[in-house]
């Protein structure tokens, strides 16, 4: 009987509890032990009761939980040798033949580098005398698939990560809030939201909300950004707006590769100096309440489709398969190779000219706004 694991690993994203419940069910449903690893890659080094036999029951009500309800973590000892090398020998005392892992781009990268070691991490195991040669006779190919869950949509070669529908949804929810007391005083908001590499948060609300302006880390500012962003704003208040709302992703920065913070862009807002823009301005950093709470019905789905897929892979995979990860493409859940993802998204965040970008979006950024 195969036994099936699953972990969550690195920031936590709305819909991972669909994915750990699906891949659970799925798993008991082929007739396979289903387990799961707590706390991710931590369960893995310190084993014992963080690898746990999970039952049918064991993950009722998970769909409509926020979090992971098995816990995450940024594992340090699982980036080094000595921490893999606990790792594989927990999972083979545990008796686990495959892991499915549910994080972003890092966490998956770890898994695949798990794998490539996976034949030398044995050997050490046996030539140390920790494990024998008959313990690891049916482990010789370590069987890894790769679910993405981040609120970034961070990751190349899929629409969407699993909980950044739910992120984008709580952010528009919160803009709109902003957006009533800002109109009231005729205020200016400078919105801080997630995305330390990846601007698809800041861009997505932006449109989603008609923001004045959006910051992002993929298309740094000019050096006079100051000057295209009054100009905008500007031009908005005489068309009789009465609330200014800028939105600024957290990795957001100029061509220098200097951040552009929510409190330069509230100075210039408020500047009461000759032809400054002297708005009444006020910065929200929405922080972790857009990773937090429940998924949208997108990420409960895409979670559970997904899942369901993990499994179906791991138990189709051969020694020869490359490591996978499960995408979503034009709607269709598919397998993917992981690697050649990571690099492309790599090459993808690299910084965008102001035409290139125009034309990706298919709209200039600064006439859409509310
Ligand atoms: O998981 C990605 C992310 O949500 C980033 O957008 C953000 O910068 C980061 O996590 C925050 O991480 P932490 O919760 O560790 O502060």
């Given at each position: ?34 387990y799961?690893v ?5 369960g ?17 009500g ?6 992971t ?33 549910c ?9 695949d ?29 370590l069987?890894?698939?790769g679910?993405?869950g ?35 005083h ?40 100051k ?14 707006k ?13 061509k ?10 509230k ?7 000759e032809?400054?823009?002297?708005l009444?301005t ?77 034309k ?11």
């Open positions: 009987k195969k036994k099936i694991a699953v972990m969550t690993s690195g920031g936590d994203s709305p819909g991972m509890n669909a994915v750990v419940r699906a891949v659970v069910r799925m798993a008991i449903h082929m007739g396979c032990d289903a799961c707590y706390e991710g890659y931590e893995l080094v310190q084993g014992g009761d963080l690898i746990k036999r999970m039952q049918w029951n064991d993950v009722r998970w769909l409509s939980e926020g979090g309800l098995i816990g995450t973590a940024r594992c340090m000892a699982f980036y080094e040798r000595p921490g893999r090398l606990v790792a594989a020998k927990n999972m083979i005392l545990h008796g686990i033949d495959a892991l499915i892992i994080g972003g781009d890092g966490s998956l990268t770890g898994a580098k798990f794998r490539a070691e996976w034949p030398s991490l044995l050997e050490e195991l046996v030539a140390n005398g920790q494990l024998t040669k008959e313990q690891i006779g049916p482990y010789q190919h069987n890894i698939v679910l993405v981040s609120i970034d949509n961070d990751l190349s070669g899929t629409d969407a990560t699993i909980g950044c529908y739910s992120a984008l949804a709580r952010i528009c929810e919160m803009v709109d809030y902003i957006e009533a007391t800002a109109s009231s005729s205020r200016a908001f400078v919105i801080e939201v997630m995305g330390r590499h990846c601007g698809w948060l800041a861009l997505m609300a932006g449109v989603a909300t008609g923001a004045d302006f959006v910051f992002i880390p993929e298309r740094p500012r000019d050096r006079d950004w000057a295209d962003m009054s100009t905008v704003v500007r031009r908005h208040r005489e068309l009789g009465r609330k200014t709302i800028v939105i600024v992703a957290e990795g957001a920065r100029d220098d590769g200097t951040k552009i913070t929510p409190e330069e862009i100075d210039l807002l408020a500047d009461k100096s032809g400054g823009l002297a009444d006020r910065i929200t950093t929405l922080g972790h309440v857009q990773r937090g709470g429940t998924a949208v019905s997108y990420d409960r789905t895409l979670g559970t489709l997904q899942g369901v897929e993990a499994v179906r892979a791991v138990l189709e995979a051969t020694p020869e398969t490359e490591t996978c990860f499960i995408a979503i493409n034009e709607n269709k859940i598919v397998r993917k190779p992981l690697m050649k993802a990571v690099a492309e998204t790599k090459e993808l965040s690299k910084a965008v000219d102001a035409k290139d970008f125009e990706a979006m298919g709209l200039r950024d600064t006439e859409f706004a509310d």
